[in-house]
């Protein structure tokens, strides 16, 4: 079960805040907070990025490395775990390099649903935080559009099947879902 999506820009503070709600389920569920972290380690400034999160992150965290087959990983888990994973735009970002010029938006967006949908049906609760790619500039290549165009789709069915949604600004974060105004939901949505 998807419960909770946190989206941000880069240094929004959207991990930090996605520990504290991880960390608060897992408490009021008793279940086993998990940290599911998706980046690559590919040169020394990722390396020194990678090396901040595990310094700064909780002790309670039992953390596992998933930068590939996500959902491999989170069958090894206990159903009252409740899971962060760190981060969406990261993971599909490997998937996306690893694919290099066999890639297609089509491809990703498969991928995307079959993840998502399967996280879903999952005991497990998740916490998932990713980048909001799409308020800055247009990228220079299509490919680099593509993938944010994609991750965009990926970040919109994540947050239809997740029960609340915060975006992070600035150190703040502003809750989505639930409370939007009325005028904006579509048909079929959920009240």
Known sequence: MIEHL???????????????VTLTLAENARGT??????????DQEMRARIERHVQLRDSRFVTREAPRDLLTI????????????????????????????????EGLLAEG?????????????????SNEVG???????????????????????AAA??????????????QVKPGQHSLWKREGDAP
């Open 6 to 20: 946190v989206l941000g820009g880069a240094r929004s503070g959207k991990t930090a805040f996605a520990e504290r």
């Open 33 to 42: 907070p998990v940290y599911i972290a998706t980046a690559v380690a590919t």
């Open 74 to 105: 989170v069958d090894t888990l206990s159903p009252n775990a409740v899971c962060l994973i760190d981060c969406l735009a990261t993971y599909m970002g490997t998937l996306w390099y690893d694919a290099c010029d066999r890639v297609s938006e």
């Open 113 to 129: 649903l079959a993840l998502l949908e399967g996280l879903a049906q999952r005991a497990s609760r998740f916490v998932i935080v």
């Open 135 to 157: 308020m800055g500039i247009v990228p220079e290549s299509a490919e680099v559009r593509m993938y944010r165009d994609a991750l965009g789709r990926w970040n919109a069915l």
């Open 161 to 174: 099947l997740a029960a609340r949604v915060t975006l992070t600004v600035a150190g703040i974060p502003l």
